[in-house]
C-alpha cells in the first residue's frame, strides 16, 4: 500500500502522478469530483506547457478524439443544435486526457500498476459499503439476511446509495478484478496473495450483486480468454484453462440455481431479446426498440440524423409503435453501436469499430493484457448501454483508453527515480 501513495519523482511529476491517483479515487463517486480533478489537471498541464516541459506528441494517444471529432461534424447537420452542442462539451474528455498525456513526462508505465491497483481498491473498499449499507437496513426491517439476493438488493438497487449507475460501476470492478488476478497470479509473497485473494473475492461479490448481465459475460471473456492468452504459457495456460471453463459452468450453474438472480440474468435477458411484448410487462424489451430503430436508419443510412438527436427521434418514434413505457422515459438506443448508426450512419459506426479495432491491435502488439481487457469491457457493454452519452461511461472510456496507450508509447521516456512495480513472469 505504501508505494501507491509514495513516489520518487520531481515535484512536476508527481503532481502529475497523484492527479491521476485522485482522479482515480474519485472515478466511482459523483463526477463533481472527478470534473474537479480534471479542471486541476488541465491548469498543471499548462503550466508544465508554460515552461520547460516538452510535447511529445503520439499519434496514437489521439484515437479517441476521432469520435469527438465525430460528435462535432454531427453538429453541422443536427436538427437539434442545442443538445448538439452539449454533447460536445459532455464528451470534451476524449479530447482533453490526450491533450493533456501529451504535455506530462510521466512513465505511465512505470506506473500503471499502482495507479490501477489505488482504482481496484477505492472500487472494493466501495462494494464493502453498500453490503453494509444493505444489511443495515436488512436488519433494521428485521428481514432475512437471504433477502440481500432479491431484486430489492441487486442491481440498481444495490448501487443507488451511491447514486452510480450499476452498469458503470460494473465496468469499474471488473477492471479492477483483471487487476488483482493479475497481481494474484505473478505474487511470490503468501500473505500478499490472501489479501489480493480476498480484494477479489470482494470483487466478484460485488459484479454478481449489481447483476450487469454486459459486464459479467465480459468479465468471463476475460478470465477464460485473455488471462491464459497474456499471462499464462505451456501448461499453466492449459491448467487454467481448464479451470476457468469449470469456475464458469459452476457460477453460471448456481446463478440459475437461485430465484432472483435467474430472475435478473436469464428471464429478463430471454424477455429483451424478444420482439414480440411481454404479457403484464409494462418495460419494453430491447430487441423490439431496437426492430422499430432499424427502421429510422434504413432512411439516413450514411450520416445518420446528427448529433444530439437521439432522444427527440427515438420518442417520436417510440409513440409511433406504441412504445409508451419508452417514450415516457425517453429511453435512448441502448447500444453504442445503434447509437452511432442513428446520429452518425455508417460513418458513426465505421469510426467507432475502427477506434475499438486500433486499440485492441495495439494491445495485442504490446501484449497489454490491462488494455486488452478493458477493450473486452467497452466492446461488450457496448451492446446494451450508450457508453458515449454518458459522463461516467465517457470519462471511463476517455481516460482509460488514454491512460494505456499513453502507457504503451511513454516507457522509458522519463528519467525521474522510481522503481517499476511489475510482478515478474
Same mark, same amino acid.
Given at each position: 500500500?505504501?508505494?501507491?501513495?509514495?513516489?520518487?519523482?520531481?515535484?512536476?511529476?508527481?503532481?502529475?502522478?497523484?492527479?491521476?491517483?485522485?482522479?482515480?479515487?474519485?472515478?466511482?463517486?459523483?463526477?463533481?469530483?472527478?470534473?474537479?480533478?480534471?479542471?486541476?489537471?488541465?491548469?498543471?498541464?499548462?503550466?508544465? +506547457?508554460?515552461?520547460?516541459?516538452?510535447?511529445?506528441?503520439?499519434?496514437?494517444?489521439?484515437?479517441? *478524439?476521432? +469520435?469527438?471529432?465525430?460528435?462535432?461534424?454531427? *453538429?453541422?447537420?443536427?436538427?437539434?443544435?442545442?443538445?448538439? &452542442?452539449?454533447?460536445?462539451?459532455?464528451?470534451?474528455?476524449?479530447?482533453?486526457?490526450?491533450? /493533456?498525456?501529451?504535455?506530462?513526462?510521466?512513465?505511465?508505465?512505470?506506473? =500503471?500498476?499502482?495507479?490501477?491497483?489505488?482504482?481496484?481498491?477505492?472500487?472494493?473498499?466501495? /462494494?464493502?459499503?453498500?453490503?453494509?449499507?444493505?444489511?443495515?437496513?436488512?436488519?433494521?426491517?428485521?428481514?432475512?439476511?437471504?433477502?440481500?439476493?432479491?431484486?430489492?438488493?441487486?442491481?440498481?438497487?444495490?448501487?443507488?446509495?451511491?447514486?452510480?449507475?450499476?452498469?458503470?460501476?460494473?465496468?469499474?470492478?471488473?477492471?479492477?478484478?483483471?487487476?488483482?488476478?493479475?497481481?494474484?497470479? &505473478?505474487?511470490?509473497? %503468501?500473505?500478499?496473495?490472501?489479501?489480493?485473494?480476498?480484494?477479489?473475492?470482494?470483487?466478484? #461479490?460485488?459484479?454478481?450483486?449489481?447483476?450487469?448481465?454486459?459486464?459479467?459475460?465480459? *468479465?468471463?471473456?476475460?478470465?477464460?480468454?485473455?488471462?491464459?492468452?497474456?499471462?499464462? =504459457?505451456?501448461?499453466?495456460?492449459?491448467?487454467? *484453462?481448464?479451470?476457468?471453463?469449470?469456475?464458469?459452468?459452476?457460477?453460471?450453474?448456481?446463478?440459475?440455481?437461485?430465484?432472483?438472480?435467474?430472475? %435478473?440474468?436469464?428471464?429478463?435477458?430471454?424477455?429483451?431479446?424478444?420482439?414480440?411484448?411481454?404479457?403484464?410487462?409494462?418495460? @419494453? #424489451?430491447?430487441? %423490439? %426498440?431496437?426492430?422499430?430503430?432499424?427502421?429510422?436508419? +434504413?432512411?439516413?443510412?450514411?450520416?445518420?440524423?446528427?448529433?444530439?438527436?437521439?432522444?427527440?427521434?427515438?420518442?417520436?418514434?417510440?409513440?409511433?409503435?406504441?412504445?409508451?413505457?419508452?417514450?415516457?422515459?425517453?429511453?435512448?438506443?441502448?447500444? @453504442?453501436?445503434?447509437?452511432?448508426?442513428?446520429?452518425?450512419?455508417?460513418?458513426?459506426?465505421?469510426?467507432?469499430?475502427?477506434?475499438?479495432?486500433?486499440?485492441?491491435?495495439?494491445?495485442?502488439?504490446?501484449?497489454?493484457?490491462?488494455?486488452?481487457?478493458?477493450?473486452?469491457?467497452?466492446?461488450?457493454?457496448?451492446?446494451?448501454?450508450? /457508453?458515449?452519452?454518458?459522463? =461516467?461511461?465517457?470519462?471511463? &472510456?476517455?481516460?482509460?483508453? #488514454?491512460?494505456?496507450?499513453?502507457? /504503451?508509447?511513454?516507457?522509458? @521516456?522519463?528519467?525521474?527515480?522510481?522503481?517499476?512495480?511489475?510482478?515478474?513472469?
Amino acid at each position: 500500500m505504501k508505494e501507491i501513495f509514495s513516489v520518487r519523482l520531481t515535484l512536476a511529476n508527481k503532481i502529475s502522478y497523484y492527479h491521476l491517483l485522485v482522479f482515480l479515487i474519485a472515478l466511482p463517486f459523483d463526477r463533481f469530483y472527478s470534473e474537479l480533478v480534471l479542471i486541476s489537471f488541465l491548469i498543471h498541464a499548462a503550466i508544465q +506547457l508554460a515552461g520547460p516541459a516538452r510535447i511529445r506528441i503520439h499519434a496514437a494517444l489521439f484515437i479517441p *478524439t476521432l +469520435l469527438y471529432v465525430l460528435t462535432v461534424m454531427g *453538429t453541422v447537420y443536427s436538427s437539434d443544435k442545442s443538445q448538439a &452542442f452539449k454533447d460536445c462539451e459532455k464528451q470534451l474528455g476524449l479530447l482533453l486526457f490526450p491533450l /493533456i498525456f501529451c504535455v506530462i513526462p510521466l512513465d505511465f508505465e512505470k506506473y =500503471k500498476i499502482r495507479l490501477l491497483k489505488a482504482f481496484g481498491l477505492t472500487c472494493a473498499l466501495l /462494494i464493502l459499503y453498500l453490503f453494509y449499507d444493505a444489511l443495515q437496513v436488512i436488519q433494521f426491517n428485521k428481514l432475512p439476511f437471504s433477502t440481500i439476493l432479491t431484486h430489492a438488493f441487486t442491481n440498481h438497487n444495490f448501487s443507488s446509495p451511491v447514486e452510480l449507475h450499476a452498469t458503470y460501476f460494473s465496468m469499474y470492478i471488473s477492471l479492477s478484478l483483471a487487476v488483482f488476478l493479475y497481481l494474484l497470479i &505473478f505474487s511470490k509473497k %503468501r500473505n500478499e496473495r490472501i489479501f489480493y485473494i480476498i480484494v477479489c473475492l470482494i470483487l466478484f #461479490s460485488g459484479l454478481l450483486q449489481l447483476a450487469s448481465r454486459s459486464v459479467f459475460l465480459a *468479465t468471463l471473456l476475460i478470465f477464460n480468454l485473455s488471462i491464459p492468452f497474456f499471462l499464462l =504459457k505451456g501448461k499453466k495456460r492449459k491448467k487454467f *484453462t481448464f479451470f476457468s471453463v469449470c469456475f464458469s459452468l459452476i457460477v453460471i450453474g448456481l446463478l440459475t440455481a437461485s430465484g432472483s438472480l435467474r430472475s %435478473r440474468y436469464l428471464t429478463t435477458l430471454k424477455q429483451d431479446l424478444t420482439i414480440a411484448g411481454v404479457p403484464q410487462n409494462l418495460s @419494453e #424489451s430491447r430487441m %423490439r %426498440r431496437w426492430h422499430y430503430m432499424g427502421e429510422l436508419i +434504413l432512411q439516413r443510412p450514411v450520416l445518420g440524423y446528427g448529433s444530439g438527436t437521439e432522444v427527440n427521434l427515438l420518442k417520436d418514434n417510440y409513440f409511433e409503435h406504441g412504445l409508451y413505457n419508452s417514450f415516457l422515459h425517453e429511453l435512448n438506443a441502448d447500444n @453504442e453501436y445503434i447509437s452511432l448508426l442513428l446520429k452518425n450512419g455508417i460513418l458513426g459506426l465505421f469510426v467507432y469499430v475502427t477506434v475499438l479495432f486500433l486499440g485492441f491491435r495495439y494491445a495485442v502488439r504490446s501484449k497489454d493484457f490491462f488494455f486488452f481487457s478493458f477493450l473486452l469491457i467497452i466492446s461488450v457493454v457496448s451492446i446494451s448501454e450508450n /457508453i458515449l452519452d454518458v459522463n =461516467k461511461g465517457i470519462f471511463f &472510456f476517455s481516460f482509460f483508453f #488514454s491512460f494505456f496507450m499513453k502507457a /504503451i508509447t511513454s516507457h522509458g @521516456e522519463s528519467t525521474d527515480p522510481g522503481a517499476q512495480i511489475r510482478p515478474a513472469s
